[in-house]
């Protein structure tokens, strides 16, 4: 019975085209009323009626299975799958493909014709797809890219929920198209901000100018967002939607989206709150809605805070004299204040007090006026506004000495806003943290006077004639405002602003260090000797064989009497077990320890071993050989030794080791104390996690740790991925991936094209199989009952496909097994000369949009399939990054002079300058004003003038300060 009232008021939710756009898709001419009339009640309710209706309608025709039926097509949909994974090798045909991707090309006007009436769709279209193109289900990519069969009409009637319904990867919900030409694309899918969260400006325009990226560009970076894609999967199989943007520039964009959505969702709560408290009136939601930085929301929210003891201006109107205020501005002829004396009335016994409440509530009016507040931030854009530090009076006598010597620079500092650095404003925060410093923003009179002039005459002037008393008090309700109000909130939405700015390049800093640290180019196939240094307790060793096993650790005491008889010890183990290179810790006794091993290399000692050694950065080595990592990796290994170990990895595999530590302890940043730490933890996971999905993993023998950072995954998922590995044998491709628990569509998409199946050894594994797979073939086509035995021989059957060692995404697979037909080739020639050699040939003949275009795809998808096919076996993008520098001798600070030219390895980059490692076991820095464009190598791309970590540079010495142990460098050029 109380289902039938509900379906009259339900029925016209499809009638309603363009109230169901999200709020940043909107047109921004609308009116602020017509904003508001959508923003509450009516539109909340029409959004919830929504939804109900289509999943009762979905569960009606089977209500009694509705519980399990979710499950039950997933199944279906993966053995089907499965058993049409056999013909992997077939080229699809032209036409087939064809005809999906001119779909995805249609006009919208043709995608908004179609009817929602199509839910039931996405599992026919499932079905059709996987029998006729095998291996391919997730070729329904969103996007150009991959462009696939119906994609597009269907999207725009599928419900989040109704996914897992139909087992439908969730890629279809991306609406966009390319726009080669730059135009914005408009999206049909609504954005996490729902429609009580629609706010006064446009989403989209606001992070378009706050990033100074294209629109278009924007509106498609916030729906893949809103679809849950990961930056790496964005950044390498998305180039086409957001004009090939870098990683490190797609994380500077979603965390001033986040910033956005956060205002967004605290200003309807505000709202909400003051609605349910009966203060919620139309101008103050109009300046709600306008609020777009969370300093202007607590300016304009703070009187309503519980607790607040109410503005001057609320006390004032309290009093009954909001009409007062009004006449003054709107018919001052009609304006008598000796009317509003009440003798008996605090507040309004006088004129004089009458006029002090209309004045408060005139410089209330004022400060939270949109465009009043518009006009004075234009104007302090347009003057010279500085920020000023000083030593503080209080701290000066009852500070740490050494404390106040650290800012010595900004105890009489003054710079321009737009001028200064940001170090400067993260050095100057924490002078004012520890009480050491006094800071303060300066904004000339100039503005109060031009800003007083416009009010009075221009935005606040009264509509009528208005005698020189009721003048005066509004000239005085002006400079009121802007003393009181105005200004204090400019300071502070400068100082947040300067702020913000900073330490998001701090944390961008952070992360291109981290990336560099993390992609530094592996030493692969040597025997490494760990050496942890240290006095006391003695150097800590290890050696580890090229496949990081294990193999010998000890204790050693190098710097003590029994020197002459450790070395002997050193000696045999290197023998021993073959091993020529040494990596040292550059911590405590390293510099000692380093002239040890240099001394002896110089003698020959470890003839007939040509030994060399390097040093590593060892930060955070303590920390993970005490971590439950390092426990349950070595168990029966003392964590002292273990740090020797971590440390020879570090060399062997800088990616795979240094994943194990968390980022902010690899020691590679500036001020990460004084930063946000939630900002911080974002990005260098994200960092993390960029460099190990483009590295890529080997599924089949990486740890369970490095599997955790591939996009799309977390912890459960790689545990769940290592469960079955032991359990049912190696990955022999990747749809296997779709048959681990908790992996679904929606992950699959986003770590399939990061994940590698070593060809080699899968048809190794195969071949000692095939007795096997051919009873288990036997087996599946002969028993009709019995589903476990059926899925297990399917499993066995499955065969490998070379695409799966490639970094082509299985839903670019049907495009490139036609780009294969198109050149002649064929997937066993995968990665050798000959593959080359016709790819070139076509590419030349026909240029890459020209082939593109012909496959009915995007120029990037083809590249990154051109790149897959050609790229050999085995091929790591590390290889273009520097290895450590090995070295037999070693040089003193005491021996160099100004002006020697040296060549040294980046060890961190800040904002002031970076530190290079020159050999003297002193890092000297290189200022910023010395790193000029024209020192930069071109043949690395850099999106600010910086260096990173491990990157090699030629130095000339500029000054050498002994007692301090200081050196100063200027670079010649990036080697």
């Not at 045909?93 to 006007?109: I, T, V, Y």
């Not at 964009?253 to 408290?277: D, F, P, R, W, Y």
């Amino acid at each position: 019975m109380s289902a039938l009232p509900r379906r009259p008021r339900r029925a016209p939710k499809p009638e309603i085209p363009e109230d169901e756009l999200p709020s940043f898709l909107k047109s921004s001419s609308e009116s602020e009323e017509e904003k508001q009339e959508d923003e509450w009640e009516p539109k909340k309710k029409v959004a919830r009626k929504a939804r109900v209706p289509r999943m009762k309608v979905a569960r009606a025709k089977k209500p009694t299975v509705a519980p399990k039926k979710p499950a039950v097509p997933r199944k279906r949909t993966k053995k089907v799958a499965v058993k049409e994974e056999l013909d992997t090798s077939v080229p699809i045909a032209a036409s087939g493909g064809n005809e999906g991707e001119l779909k995805l090309w249609q006009p919208k006007e043709e995608e908004d014709a179609e009817p929602r009436s199509l839910a039931k769709k996405p599992l026919i279209k499932t079905l059709g797809i996987i029998q006729g193109r095998p291996t391919h289900g997730m070729e329904n990519a969103e996007g150009p890219s991959t462009s696939s069969a119906a994609s597009k009409p269907n999207v725009k009637s599928e419900e989040p929920g109704e996914d897992f319904t139909f087992d439908e990867p969730p890629l279809k919900k991306l609406k966009s198209a390319m726009c080669p030409q730059g135009k914005p694309v408009k999206l049909a899918g609504s954005a996490k901000l729902d429609e009580d969260h629609k706010m006064s400006w446009d989403i989209v325009q606001v992070l378009s100018q706050r990033t100074g990226i294209e629109e278009w560009v924007c509106a498609n970076i916030i729906q893949l967002f809103n679809d849950d894609n990961t930056i790496p999967f964005i950044a390498r199989y998305r180039k086409e939607l957001i004009n090939n943007m870098e990683a490190d520039a797609l994380r500077e964009v979603q965390q001033t989206l986040e910033e956005l959505q956060t205002v967004a969702k605290k200003v309807h709560g505000s709202i909400q709150k003051l609605k349910k408290e009966g203060k919620l009136t139309e101008s103050l939601l109009t300046v709600l809605l306008n609020c777009k930085t969370l300093e202007e929301l607590d300016h304009v929210y703070a009187p309503y805070k519980t607790g607040s003891k109410g503005t001057k201006a609320q006390r004032a109107r309290q009093l009954g004299l909001d009409q007062a205020a009004n006449l003054l501005i709107e018919n001052p002829r009609e304006l008598n204040l000796l009317s509003y004396v009440k003798p008996s009335v605090e507040g309004l016994s006088t004129v004089e007090e009458v006029k002090s409440g209309v004045q408060h509530i005139l410089a209330d009016m004022i400060a939270k006026d949109k465009e009043t507040l518009d006009f004075i931030r234009d104007l302090c854009q347009r003057k010279y506004i500085c920020i000023q530090s000083s030593l503080a009076k209080a701290t000066s006598k009852k500070a740490n000495e050494k404390d106040v010597n650290k800012f010595h620079l900004y105890q009489n500092f003054s710079c321009n806003i737009k001028n200064i650095q940001h170090h400067q404003i993260l050095a100057i925060n924490r002078g004012e943290n520890l009480k050491v410093l006094t800071v303060k923003t300066n904004i000339p009179d100039g503005v109060k006077f031009e800003f007083s002039r416009w009010c009075v005459n221009v935005r606040w002037r009264p509509k009528a004639y208005a005698h020189a008393e009721l003048m005066e008090l509004l000239r005085y309700s002006v400079e009121d405002s802007y003393k009181r109000l105005i200004y204090p909130l400019l300071c502070r939405e400068f100082r947040s602003k300067l702020t913000s700015d900073a330490e998001k390049e701090s944390v961008m800093m952070f992360g291109r260090n981290l990336r560099q640290l993390l992609l530094t180019s592996p030493v692969r196939g040597r025997t490494l000797m760990g050496v942890d240094p240290g006095y006391k307790h003695g150097c800590k060793l290890a050696i580890i064989s090229p496949t990081s096993q294990i193999l010998h650790t000890d204790v050693v005491y190098l710097h003590s009497a029994k020197g002459f008889h450790e070395a002997e010890k050193i000696r045999k183990l290197l023998l021993d077990y073959n091993c020529a290179t040494i990596v040292i810790g550059n911590g405590t006794a390293c510099r000692e320890t380093e002239a040890f091993f240099a001394d002896l290399i110089m003698k020959k000692y470890f003839a007939p071993l040509d030994i060399s050694y390097c040093i590593t950065n060892e930060a955070g080595a303590s920390i993970y050989s005490v971590s439950p990592e390092a426990s349950k990796e070595m168990p029966d290994l003392d964590p002292n030794l273990r740090s020797a170990v971590s440390i020879a990895r570090r060399v062997q595999d800088p990616l795979a080791e240094l994943v194990k530590i968390e980022p902010k302890h690899i020691g590679v940043g500036m001020y990460q104390h004084d930063v946000s730490q939630t900002l911080l933890k974002a990005t260098l996971d994200s960092v993390v996690e960029e460099c190990v999905s483009f590295v890529g993993v080997d599924i089949n023998i990486c740890s369970e740790i490095l599997l955790r950072h591939i996009a799309g995954l977390n912890a459960n998922r790689a545990k769940n991925i290592i469960e079955w590995r032991e359990k049912n044998g190696p990955f022999v491709n990747r749809e296997q991936l779709k048959d681990v628990k908790g992996l679904g569509p929606k992950s699959f998409q986003q770590c399939a094209g990061f994940i590698r199946i070593n060809q080699e050894y899968i048809r190794m594994f195969c071949s000692q199989q095939s007795e096997l797979a051919a009873e288990g073939h036997k087996a599946a086509t002969n028993e009709k009952q019995g589903k476990k035995k059926t899925k297990a021989a399917i499993n066995i059957i499955r065969r490998p496909n070379p695409l799966d060692q490639t970094c082509i995404h299985p839903e670019s697979y049907n495009i490139a097994m036609r780009f294969l037909t198109l050149i002649g080739g064929s997937l066993s020639d995968t990665g050798k000369s000959d593959m080359q050699q016709k790819v070139n040939a076509v590419i030349e003949k026909e240029g890459m949009e020209g082939v593109a275009k012909r496959l009915n795809t995007t120029g990037q998808t083809l590249q990154i399939i051109t790149d897959g096919l050609t790229q050999p076996e085995g091929f790591d993008i590390r290889k273009d990054f520097d290895k450590p520098d090995f070295k037999r001798s070693i040089v003193c600070l005491e021996d160099l002079k100004v002006g020697t030219i040296l060549t040294g390895r980046v060890e961190n980059a800040t904002l002031f300058g970076v530190f290079v490692d020159v050999g003297v076991g002193r890092a000297g820095l290189i200022p910023i004003r010395s790193i000029t464009e024209d020192k930069l190598s071109k043949a690395k791309q850099r999106r600010s003038l910086s260096l990173g970590p491990g990157e090699k540079v030629e130095v000339r010495v500029r000054e050498i300060d002994i007692p301090r142990s200081r050196l100063s460098l200027d670079l010649i050029r990036v080697l």
